[in-house]
């Protein structure tokens, strides 16, 4: 992206908020352009001006991250929202990609890895952060975690359907689709695509896959 990237932060936290805000403005090509607090003041803002990202708060008070980010991707869906939670476990990381979130990293991460899930979502790539799909992994019967999109592309390869055929359904690109491939391949830890060809065959009948 050669404009810098618009974030709004949602956190009930001003503190929080604050330190958010002064770790960003030291990264060029990002810019900070509001903050709220609650529900009602994200959607105002999201409303009046129009972020490319949301940084979303987990644990908020009243309507919790999770079910904030379903609401607004449901009136916004080109909004991209990255969850910065202080939980790490699988299930709020299932619940929030469910939701429509692209990514989630903790707020215990450095700076930079939490700058490099900023720059992979506004690029459309998903990110969860160091760990998190390991243990997300061991604890969902060694199934690794996908988000919706990723599992709909697993089934469409497991109906054989090509990048193109896939992008064509979903009404994506192809560039957007090998981007997700990639992706599967690096949670699966797979080594080619016959491997993950022959993985999306065997799980295409697990509606959890």
């Given at each position: 992206?050669?404009?810098?990237?618009?974030?709004?932060?949602?956190?009930?936290?001003?503190?929080?908020?604050?330190?958010?805000?002064?770790?960003?403005?030291?990264?060029?090509?990002?810019?900070?352009?509001?903050?709220?607090?609650?529900?009602?003041?994200?959607?105002?803002?999201?409303?009046?001006?129009?972020?490319?990202?949301?940084?979303?708060?987990?644990?908020?008070?009243?309507?919790?991250?999770?079910?904030?980010?379903?609401?607004?991707?449901?009136?916004y869906p080109e909004l991209r929202v990255l969850m910065l939670s202080m939980y790490d476990n699988p299930e709020h990381v299932?619940?929030?990609?469910?939701?429509?979130?692209?990514?989630?990293?903790?707020?215990?991460?450095?700076?930079?890895?939490?700058?490099?899930?900023?720059?992979?979502?506004?690029?459309?790539?998903?990110f969860l952060g160091t760990g998190l799909a390991a243990r997300s992994t061991r604890a969902d019967g060694a199934r690794p975690?996908?988000?919706?999109?990723?599992?709909?592309?697993?089934?469409?390869?497991?109906?054989?359907?090509?990048?193109?055929?896939?992008?064509?359904?979903?009404?994506?690109?192809?560039?957007?689709?090998?981007?997700?491939?990639?992706?599967?391949?690096?949670?699966?830890?797979?080594?080619?695509?016959?491997?993950?060809?022959?993985?999306?065959?065997?799980?295409?009948?697990?509606?959890?896959?």
């Amino acid at each position: 992206m050669t404009a810098s990237t618009r974030i709004l932060l949602v956190d009930d936290h001003p503190l929080v908020r604050e330190g958010l805000r002064a770790r960003l403005a030291q990264t060029p090509g990002l810019e900070v352009v509001g903050e709220a607090g609650d529900a009602e003041q994200a959607f105002a803002r999201v409303s009046m001006l129009r972020p490319d990202l949301v940084l979303m708060d987990v644990g908020m008070k009243q309507v919790s991250g999770i079910e904030l980010t379903g609401r607004l991707r449901a009136q916004y869906p080109e909004l991209r929202v990255l969850m910065l939670s202080m939980y790490d476990n699988p299930e709020h990381v299932h619940r929030a990609l469910a939701a429509g979130a692209m990514g989630y990293v903790l707020k215990e991460a450095p700076a930079e890895e939490i700058v490099d899930a900023i720059l992979a979502v506004a690029a459309g790539r998903s990110f969860l952060g160091t760990g998190l799909a390991a243990r997300s992994t061991r604890a969902d019967g060694a199934r690794p975690l996908l988000s919706q999109r990723e599992s709909e592309i697993l089934r469409g390869l497991a109906r054989g359907l090509a990048s193109r055929q896939i992008a064509e359904e979903l009404g994506m690109s192809v560039r957007t689709v090998e981007t997700h491939r990639q992706n599967i391949r690096r949670k699966l830890n797979l080594g080619g695509q016959a491997e993950l060809i022959k993985y999306a065959v065997e799980r295409c009948s697990d509606p959890a896959a």
